[in-house]
């Protein structure tokens, strides 16, 4: 058997750096440590390099074994050596070198259906690549008049173009989450598996936010980072402007919105991004009222308010519910 390597090694050093985000940039590649980001980063083919210690091979001998079987680079280092490529006080011993995730906002619309083209755009899920699977191999249908046909027959049913195009695909309709200058990164990677399990079909970090492939962000996410596609945009307004062209409705989420959730239905029926303020100070009231609808969870309580990641799981769930009940 191979020495472990120490925290000397040029390799050790090297991936340990990758604990900063300019680094992460330079190098198109962040760590995901323990099993489970592990495991949802083997399955989306993302691993470049996979470090483990004794310990862990012990405990993950399945996991390590089908890594190296698979053909990744699976490297043993020392305690030490896993200790300084972990981020938590008991470091789990697994850490992957994997590439980064995030894709630019045309490609997360085209994903989910809603960018210019997307019949030709294979749908997240049915080959490895950024993001997991909201679709399957059966939604890819390359037919250049589609387009034109469903537009034609939008006017003459009178139901609005993105609805109808949602519906006569048979898919439910496309749901997005909208994190705006997010900067918590737990809560961030709680959003993203929030949103991996109602099965949003995209999460768009918009403004000055979180890297979502920081550390915290992608331990919080339970290996959902690999699951859903995420892209970022600093400038907001360009963000809403490109949902809104691709026919998406955007819903803001605050206190005194003029529409209840319990009401929401008819709107949850169509294609939304929900959008969800910065954890400190909500979300800007020039953004709720670029909105199409501001909407209000009703509480029955005494709370006076909901954090962030409460907030986004009780409307997305909302939308998922009420998409998947057509």
Not at 122 to 147: Q, W
């Amino acid at each position: 058997m191979a020495e472990p390597l120490e925290p000397r090694n040029p390799r050790v050093v090297a991936a340990a750096k990758l604990h900063r985000s300019a680094q992460r940039r330079k190098t198109g590649s962040f760590l995901a440590e323990g099993a489970n980001a592990v495991t949802a980063a083997l399955e989306t083919g993302r691993v470049r390099e996979l470090f483990y210690s004794a310990s862990a091979a012990g405990r993950e001998h399945e996991l390590v074994a089908g890594a190296a079987a698979s053909g990744v680079r699976t490297t043993l280092v020392s305690e030490r050596a896993a200790q300084q490529l972990g981020e938590t006080v008991t470091a789990p011993g697994l850490v992957a070198v994997c590439d980064l995730l995030d894709v630019p906002l045309h490609e997360l619309l085209a994903r989910a259906g809603r960018g210019p083209g997307f019949d030709a755009v294979l749908r997240p899920g049915t080959e490895p690549g950024p993001g997991g699977g909201r679709r399957s191999d059966a939604d890819r249908v390359p037919d250049a008049g589609r387009a034109s046909r469903e537009a034609a027959a939008s006017v003459a049913s009178g139901i609005p173009p993105a609805l109808f195009a949602e519906a006569a695909s048979g898919l439910p309709p496309a749901l997005f989450a909208v994190p705006v200058e997010i900067a918590e990164p737990g809560n961030a990677g709680t959003l993203i598996r929030v949103a991996d399990a109602v099965g949003v079909d995209g999460v768009l970090l918009a403004g000055d936010t979180v890297d979502p492939h920081n550390g915290k962000c992608v331990r919080a996410s339970a290996g959902s980072l690999f699951h859903v596609p995420v892209a970022r945009e600093r400038d907001i307004i360009a963000a809403l402007d490109a949902l809104t062209a691709a026919g998406v409705a955007l819903l803001a989420t605050t206190a005194r919105g003029e529409l209840d959730l319990d009401d929401a239905d008819p709107v949850l029926a169509g294609p939304v991004a929900w959008l969800f303020g910065n954890e400190a100070h909500g979300l800007a009231p020039e953004l709720a009222e670029r909105a199409d609808h501001r909407v209000r969870i009703p509480i029955r309580g005494r709370a006076e308010s909901l954090n962030l990641a409460a907030a986004a799981a009780i409307c997305l769930y909302a939308s998922s519910r009420v998409s998947r009940a057509r």
